[in-house]
Nanobody, 115 residues
Framework: QVQLVESGGGLVQTGGSLRLSCVASRFLISWYNMGWYRQAPGKQRESVADITSGGSTNYEDSVKGRFTISRDNAKNTVYLQMNDLKADDTAVYFC?????????WGQGTQVTVAL
């Protein structure tokens, strides 16, 4: 069964850092465009960052310069390094893999930024 498992979330103070990981199983991410999304309470899920199979990256404006998405195809893992975290970054963060008609989601990891 195809699976994406996120980890690395937690409680952090404003200005702190976290590194999220997303490990894929039963498929190879090297063919896939990978992305991180987040959903805050009462809000729609939004794209945070994505990285193509070729390594090109794209970021939502509010996280540019603070977040970095990367991938390690050998480890079948995608990462999101989050620095200078703000209260508005509080959300459940989800990993996504897309290729052609395929789209897989992880179960999410909670990130809470305390004032």
């Amino acid at each position: 069964q195809v699976q994406l498992v996120e980890s690395g979330g937690g409680l952090v103070q404003t200005g702190g850092s976290l590194r999220l990981s997303c490990v894929a199983s039963r498929f190879l991410i090297s063919w896939y465009n990978m992305g991180w999304y987040r959903q805050a309470p009462g809000k729609q899920r939004e794209s945070v960052a994505d990285i193509t199979s070729g390594g090109s990256t794209n970021y939502e404006d509010s996280v540019k310069g603070r977040f970095t998405i990367s991938r390690d195809n050998a480890k079948n893992t995608v990462y999101l390094q989050m620095n200078d975290l703000k209260a508005d970054d509080t959300a459940v963060y989800f990993c996504n893999a897309k290729f052609a008609q395929d789209s897989y989601w992880g179960q999410g990891t909670q990130v809470t930024v305390a004032l």
